[in-house]
């Protein structure tokens, strides 16, 4: 019995530190859900509470009725043509598309790049448009020159 715990003990460790990792994200996400949408929610519920007190609730309800049938309608379009094209995707393919997800939004998260392209476009952008042939051209001639 102890040489299956010995043997068993990193895997349970590792599954421990993994629950604990997806546990941090989910608790993360859900207070980052409360904190962040709570309030436009919070408001949303009042300023419809408003709109009925002024307009009368059944105008404003058949305006609430109208914009939600048409996200429904266009999200379920949308819904339809992302799963035919991912129906269309081996399955080993879409596994490697969750890992590769998971991997961006981890270094995303976690690192910054120090060399940022629109700096670099933009420190050659003011170089003098034969900078480089003219230094080229002067190479050539001292290696083409013959000793005296």
Request: charged share 15%.
């Amino acid at each position: 019995m102890d040489i299956v715990l010995t043997l068993l003990s990193p895997i349970i460790w590792l599954l421990g530190w993994l629950f604990a990792i997806v546990w941090w994200v989910a608790s993360y996400l859900l207070w980052a859900i409360i904190w962040l949408l709570l309030p436009f929610a919070i408001v949303a519920f009042v300023a419809f509470r408003v709109a009925e007190k002024m307009l009368g609730p059944e105008i404003v309800r058949a305006w609430l009725k109208k914009q939600s049938l048409k996200f429904g309608a266009n999200t379920w379009v949308r819904v339809r043509r992302l799963t035919f094209a991912l129906t269309a995707l081996p399955v080993r393919v879409l596994g490697w598309l969750v890992v590769y997800t998971v991997w961006h939004s981890l270094i995303s998260l976690f690192w910054k790049p120090r060399w940022h392209p629109w700096t670099r476009a933009w420190a050659k952008r003011w170089k003098p448009p034969g900078a480089r042939t003219r230094r080229v051209a002067a190479s050539t001639k001292t290696q083409t020159a013959k000793p005296g």
